[in-house]
């Protein structure tokens, strides 16, 4: 079996019977707190084993038959074979691709309700519950309006319970982890993915220049503000001619100080504070732990000041000087923002360089 690529071309969900799990998980994230300038937390809270998504996952993996273990269930560090191998399954992250052949919900799925259920409530518990209506939205647009995971896939590797575990959600603009950090040095379980198509007209990939009605173009809207804040010499070295490829998300370590762009070391406090707020946005769709992790990450390798801010001249949509593309890259950090032609959003960070990721678009 191989993940399917393709070009990146209301969810009218059902009542589930865990609501009050997942109101006791909303409950335990308002209490952990926010980071809001994406600042070093006090305490970690790295996802665990125990956590809200990573229960359920192993409430899934319990309640499968053999039969269906067969077909999503996985060994740590399985690896695709053959023509189109494409290395380790667990770190692969496209665009628009499926884990499995077999849908959550619809013709193709092979779950029962009780199932369904679970796995939609695995994806609430990874996200912010702010966030759950955009993403709703998000997945409705992007899917034509199909059904809560008809267009999205599942896979577990390793056993939940033991020391290597996760769970991979997928489907169009969406690739999400469940690890409860048995993966170590990497915040989020590895590489994820998020996208919008938003408003774009039928039969047509590409976005207004104005992005109406796209869940995530207010993170571009931030990052630009920062970018109007820059003197002309700092726009000038923040401006780059020409996007990577966008699925250019392996890190640079040592070496990210060659890269294109502004060093963020060098800019001003006010600058810098605009862009804590900016990465902010970034992380606030994604649950307290991933958060907390995330900044913990990016804190090792030497926080902001390590890091350089792009963003690419070659893709301005409607040529009004807002950058659609734009990157955040650290030692072991990328937030790589693409809005052209509508929003592709890829993100892999972890507390070390040597972190690899498995990522085709």
């Known amino acids: 079996m191989n993940p399917s690529d393709r070009p990146c071309p209301d969810y009218d969900v059902a009542p589930v019977s865990r609501r009050q799990f997942l109101r006791a998980s909303a409950a335990a994230a308002v209490s952990v707190g926010t980071l809001p300038l994406f600042a070093t ?38 690896t695709e074979t053959g023509t189109n191998n494409r290395g380790l399954l667990r770190t692969h992250v496209s ?25 939609q409530d695995i994806f609430k518990s990874l996200t912010n519950p702010e966030w759950h209506d955009r993403f709703m939205k998000q997945l409705k647009d992007d899917s034509g309006g199909k059904p809560w995971g008809a267009e999205q896939s599942v896979a577990i590797f390793g056993t939940p319970g033991t020391d290597k575990f996760e769970l991979v959600l997928t489907g169009r603009h969406q690739t999400l982890r469940a690890d409860g950090n048995t993966e170590g040095h990497v915040a989020f379980g ?36 920062v970018y109007k804040m820059l003197d002309g010499k700092q726009q000038k070295a923040a401006l780059v001619p020409k996007s990577p490829r966008e699925s250019a998300i392996g890190f640079r370590g040592t070496k990210v ?15 810098k504070a605009e862009l804590q707020k900016v990465l902010a946005k970034l992380i606030e769709p994604f649950r307290v732990e991933d958060r907390d992790e995330a900044a913990a990450c990016l804190t090792a390798q030497g926080g902001l000041d390590a890091c350089r801010l792009s963003f690419y001249a070659d893709e301005d949509m409607g040529d009004d000087g807002v950058w659609d593309n734009w990157r955040v890259e650290g030692p072991a950090f990328v937030w790589y923002f ?17 972190v690899k990721a498995n990522a085709r678009g």
């Open 41 to 78: 937390p006090k305490a970690v809270a790295a996802p665990k084993p125990e956590s809200p998504a990573e229960t359920l996952v192993k409430r899934l993996h319990d309640s499968l038959t053999d039969d269906q273990k067969k077909k999503i269930c996985f060994p740590w560090d399985h």
């Open 95 to 119: 665009n628009n691709w499926q884990v499995t052949p077999y849908r959550i919900s619809g013709e193709r799925s092979i779950y029962t309700k009780d199932q369904q259920a679970i796995v």
């Open 190 to 225: 590895g590489p994820i993915f998020y996208g919008h198509a938003g408003l774009a007209p039928a039969g047509s990939l590409t976005e207004k220049p104005d992005h109406p009605e796209n869940v995530f173009w207010p993170q571009a809207l931030a990052a630009n503000g």
């Open 257 to 271: 100080g060659e890269a294109p762009g502004l060093p963020v070391g060098e800019i001003s406090k006010d600058q």
């Open 338 to 354: 693409r809005g052209s032609p509508h929003v592709h959003v890829w993100v892999h960070v972890a507390d070390s360089p040597d």
